[in-house]
Each structure stands twice: as structure tokens, then as C-alpha cells.
């Protein structure tokens, strides 16, 4: 059985002088991708060899979080251990789903996690504040420099989005006050993964408002968005990436789910967001996914995508008819 560990026996492995691969989860966003490289800092600091991967490749406007520094391909036994940090689940990984049995420890902050190695586990706003925590625990916080602080703002900000989802505490906002002393450029980060919209991501917009599904009175938006439409608008994966967003703003939903198509076998990735007290991980947990109770994902397999979207439709209401009984 693996071993659920303390701050100080973390911090105590953090500090083993052992050459280093970090993992993200796959369809990475700012919290896996800045606690990844702020744990990068810390190695670094440490003296230790350290490098990042991710099975998929991120969205091109968090190249101010990885820089050239993110690793898509990797020979996992050049590394003497290996680190997984912001995944709830080994299939999370993505293609590199194949190396869960290498990892030794995980450092994750979800309420449904695997638990498939050692692990660190805080349900905190983010993997990112445990990174903080971390550099405390070491005693080395006032050690390290701007690209430590500004890796952690991106990802405490990216999963409390931008401190206004109701998972933001008062320990985040401390957290985030601290980082702002320090001379972070907030305002520059908050507006590249907010506010900043490439042309795709904007016809991304306009195709999720002319295809939006709304059932159960509009309490229920479900968004399928086949390769067929990533053609006809002229979008792609990553003009899509925060589309469940989008339609999550509608009036009235409760809860807002995306089906993008992913390649050609069959496979369809699934993002859900509640703006009710739904717990939408259990239902995402059902596919083999999860997340947060508000904020969870899955990966689907089906023949064709009207099969997947009679899946989502069955599944996630569910949800919206428990809602309130």
C-alpha cells in the first residue's frame, strides 16, 4: 500500500540528491505546469538535476510558465526517480500513462485522487500552494528568485481562477499577497491566461454559442465539438482548451460540460465545471476521470460522437436532477 507522507518526510525525499523527471497531467493548465516548474526551482536550488515532461503539449500563451524547458518526449530511465505533481490519476498522464509504475511520489491537491505511488496530499485551491508550502517546510522561500514566485502565482490563480471560484480560501489569498510583495508581474499573468485571446480561441467562442446544447431547462449545457467543426470554424486543440468555460457562463446552467473529439479512434476528452454545489469528479469518476468536486475532466472512448454526446447527456443529468434532493 502507498504511503501517505507529511510535509516534513516530503520535504525530507524533496531533498534526496536524485536526478529528477516531473511529470504533468495531460491537457495541461497553469496549476500543473507552474507547481511542476517551481518544483523545478527548488530541485534546481537543491543542486539536483531536473527536468519537466507532459504527454500533450500546453497552449502556446503558457510558454512564459516553460519557457523551451518542457519535455514532450523522454527516456524515463535516465532519470533516478520520477515525480508526478497536479495528477489525480495515472491516466492523467496521458501516453505517458505507461511510466505510473516508474513514479515514487506524487504531490497532488484533488479530493479524488489513486493514490498509485507515495504521495503528498493537501486538498488546497492548488498543487501549486503544497510548492510553496514546500519551500518553507526547506527553509529556502527567501532563497529563490522571481521565476519560483511567478510559476506559483500561475498556478494558484489558474485554479481559483483568478481567486473568484469557491475553492479560494484565505490561505490562498495570503499566499497570493505574499508572492505580489515579492514583485511578480500579476497583473502581466492574470491577463495572458484570462484575458489574452488568440484569433482561434475566438472563433472557438462563436462556435460554442452557435452549438451549445441546452437541457433541463438550460440548468444542464453541454458543448460536442467533433474534429469535422475544428475544420469548418478553422480552430484547433488549443483554441479549445478552455471552451467549457464559455458556456458555463450561461444564465441559469448548473452544469457545463465539453466533449472534444481527439483524433481519430474514438476518443473524446471531457472537461466539466458545476456553478452549483455538485460534486461533477464522482460523475467524471464514472469515465475513470476526476478532479475537483466544482472543476473535473475525463477521457471517453465511443463509436462515433452521438454516442458520446447520449453518454454525457445520460450521465451528467444525473447530476442536475440529484441537485438540491
Not at 510535509?7 to 504533468?24: D, Y
Request: net charge negative; with cysteine; hydrophobic share 40%.
Amino acid at each position: 500500500m502507498n504511503k501517505s507522507l507529511t510535509m516534513k518526510e516530503l520535504a525530507s525525499k524533496i531533498r534526496e540528491k536524485k536526478s529528477t523527471l516531473i511529470f504533468c497531467h495531460r491537457n495541461p493548465d497553469p496549476d500543473t505546469l507552474g507547481s511542476a516548474f517551481a518544483l523545478k526551482e527548488i530541485l534546481k536550488h537543491l543542486g539536483i538535476a531536473v527536468n519537466v515532461c507532459c504527454a500533450d503539449k500546453p497552449n502556446a500563451k503558457f510558454s512564459f510558465i516553460t519557457g523551451e524547458d518542457l519535455l514532450n518526449e523522454i527516456k524515463i530511465d535516465e532519470y533516478e526517480r520520477a515525480i508526478a505533481i497536479d495528477v489525480g490519476s495515472s491516466k492523467q498522464l496521458g501516453d505517458f500513462s505507461c511510466y505510473a509504475d516508474k513514479i515514487s511520489l506524487i504531490i497532488d491537491h484533488h479530493e479524488m485522487s489513486e493514490r498509485f505511488a507515495d504521495y503528498y496530499e493537501d486538498f488546497a485551491p492548488a498543487s501549486a500552494m503544497i510548492v510553496y508550502e514546500l519551500a518553507l517546510e526547506l527553509g529556502i522561500l527567501d532563497s529563490l528568485g522571481e521565476r519560483f514566485f511567478s510559476c506559483v502565482y500561475a498556478g494558484l490563480s489558474g485554479d481559483t481562477g483568478c481567486f473568484k471560484y469557491s475553492n479560494t480560501n484565505k490561505r490562498a489569498h495570503l499566499i497570493a499577497a505574499d508572492l505580489v510583495t515579492r514583485g511578480i508581474d500579476f497583473a502581466k499573468i492574470n491577463n495572458i491566461i484570462f484575458d489574452s485571446k488568440s484569433i482561434g480561441e475566438v472563433s472557438a467562442i462563436r462556435m460554442a454559442y452557435e452549438n451549445v446544447e441546452l437541457l433541463l431547462d438550460g440548468r444542464l449545457a453541454i458543448l460536442l465539438v467533433t474534429n469535422e467543426m475544428k475544420s469548418k470554424y478553422g480552430i484547433t486543440d488549443d483554441d479549445i482548451g478552455d471552451i467549457v468555460n464559455t458556456i458555463r457562463q450561461i444564465q441559469g446552467t448548473l452544469i457545463a460540460v465539453s466533449i472534444k473529439e481527439a483524433g481519430s479512434e474514438g476518443r473524446f476528452s471531457i472537461s466539466s465545471r458545476a456553478n452549483a454545489d455538485i460534486d461533477v469528479s464522482a460523475l467524471c469518476a464514472e469515465l475513470g476521470g476526476g478532479g475537483h468536486p466544482r472543476a473535473s475532466g475525463a477521457t471517453l472512448y465511443a463509436s462515433s460522437p452521438s454516442e458520446a454526446l447520449d453518454t454525457i447527456r445520460t450521465l451528467f443529468s444525473k447530476g442536475v436532477l440529484g441537485y438540491g434532493k
